[in-house]
């Protein structure tokens, strides 16, 4: 594995990222930086992939499978509150879901099949932009470079505060759940404050969607038919005491485990949307943005993680039900034999997405232990 000193340069690389995070589909300087790594590790056959993403292909020459193992580059606009040295320079951007190690991990890799050379088949390292979003797995699949790829299995991992450091936690079929977001924006008449009768606001119909979203949600996450509908932005007119609204607009997330759950549950809210619109006489525009296909973990996938776990001599669970946000790897385990674990960050590491969140160094070395295990099971 890789000594003391690789590792050192590891975490420098790792606090260097944090240090200048970028947001989905704007990681231009990120992208520099993974290649700039990528030839001092001697690679050559890199490319750019998904537009400010990167691929890079280790081919042994001979027949066997290939693997692609995926990491996620992209940060978050979070304001970080953190005060160590490598807090990010960027203000309101930052790394908060731990893709500055993800990426590290990869990089780390790279360095370890640089030096031990796979035998028969290919490793691709996919350094995935926009996974956020929902945009980025998505670029790629679309990109020519990465379609002319026949992937055999694909592995990707999250870290999970909340887990002791270093364990791993698998879940056969969904691993993380279906996720999209909707927008209604709604278009009335404005009337005098004084007639309101005179004019259509949408206030009436805004309170009818958001008693319908708390009666449709089933938040019982161990729950096969588990439903989560949940209001994320709202707005009613504008800061004019003299004007009843003329204009309102409203934004949910939706989730759910079940795919065919999810297309009804979508018909259904689409449906009481134009009805309550028709309703109250205003005009709805409703469109779908951020869509998370959920993760599908392939049994034979699984098992490798599994018995990689085992080699490792690291300590395995199993999670009881799907993790509820979203990871677009999932568009990736919808088209190939392939699985996402988790990497236990640390029972008091600040969850995902808070402002205080950094990822921990410590467990960079156990991602790319992980990921080489697999790969040596498989090619």
């Known amino acids: 594995m890789l000594n003391p000193l690789q590792l050192n340069k590891l975490t420098e690389i790792r606090q260097e990222f944090h240090a200048h995070p970028e947001v989905s589909e704007h990681e231009f300087e990120t992208q520099k930086r993974i290649l700039d790594l990528l030839k001092n590790t001697g690679q050559t056959n890199v490319a750019k992939i998904g537009n400010t993403g990167v691929l890079v292909t280790f081919n042994s020459n001979k027949p066997g499978p290939t693997v692609m193992i995926r990491g996620d580059i992209d940060a978050l606009p979070i304001e970080e509150i953190n005060t160590f040295e490598h807090k990010s320079t960027v203000k309101g951007i930052s790394h908060k879901c731990g893709h500055d190690g993800h990426t590290t991990i990869l990089i780390g890799l790279a360095q370890l099949l640089t030096e031990n050379p796979i035998a028969t088949g290919k490793v691709l390292l996919l350094f995935q932009p926009a996974e956020e979003n929902g945009?980025?797995?998505?670029?790629?699949?679309?990109?020519?470079?990465?379609?002319?790829?026949?992937?055999?299995?694909?592995?990707?991992?999250?870290?999970?505060?909340?887990?002791?450091?270093h364990q791993i936690v698998v879940k056969d079929h969904e691993f993380t759940?279906?996720?999209?977001?909707?927008?209604?924006?709604?278009?009335?008449?404005?009337?005098?404050?004084?007639?309101?009768e005179k004019g259509y606001n949408p206030s009436m119909a805004?309170?009818?969607?958001?008693?319908?979203?708390?009666?449709?949600?089933?938040?019982?996450?161990?729950?096969?038919?588990?439903?989560?509908?949940?209001?994320?932005?709202?707005?009613?007119?504008?800061?004019?005491?003299?004007?009843?609204?003329?204009?309102?607009?409203v934004h949910f997330t939706i989730r759910s485990w079940d795919t065919d759950l999810?297309?009804?549950?979508?018909?259904?809210?689409?449906?009481?949307?134009?009805?309550?619109?028709?309703?109250?006489?205003?005009?709805?525009n409703i469109s779908w943005t951020q869509v998370f296909h959920a993760n599908i973990n392939h049994p034979k996938a699984v098992n490798f993680i599994r018995s990689a776990?085992?080699?490792?001599?690291?300590?395995?669970?199993?999670?009881?039900?799907?993790?509820?946000?979203?990871?677009?790897?999932?568009?990736?385990?919808?088209?190939?034999?392939?699985a996402m674990f988790g990497l236990g960050a640390g029972i008091n590491t600040p969850a995902l997405h808070n402002p205080d969140y950094d990822y921990p160094d410590e467990i960079t070395e156990t991602g790319i232990r992980m990921f080489y295990q697999i790969i040596k099971q498989i090619v």
């Open 177 to 196: 759940g279906n996720v999209k977001s909707i927008i209604l924006n709604m278009e009335g008449k404005t009337a005098h404050a004084a007639e309101p």
């Open 206 to 249: 805004i309170a009818e969607i958001f008693d319908f979203a708390n009666n449709i949600t089933h938040n019982k996450p161990a729950e096969d038919n588990f439903f989560l509908m949940t209001p994320v932005y709202a707005t009613l007119g504008d800061l004019a005491y003299g004007i009843s609204a003329g204009y309102g607009e």
């Open 135 to 165: 945009m980025g797995a998505e670029a790629v699949l679309a990109d020519e470079q990465f379609a002319a790829h026949t992937i055999d299995y694909a592995f990707a991992l999250h870290n999970l505060p909340g887990y002791p450091t």
């Open 262 to 284: 999810m297309a009804q549950r979508s018909e259904e809210i689409i449906a009481f949307m134009e009805k309550t619109c028709k309703k109250h006489r205003l005009k709805p």
């Open 309 to 338: 776990a085992v080699n490792c001599n690291l300590t395995l669970t199993e999670r009881e039900y799907p993790f509820r946000w979203g990871e677009d790897f999932g568009l990736f385990t919808q088209q190939i034999k392939g």
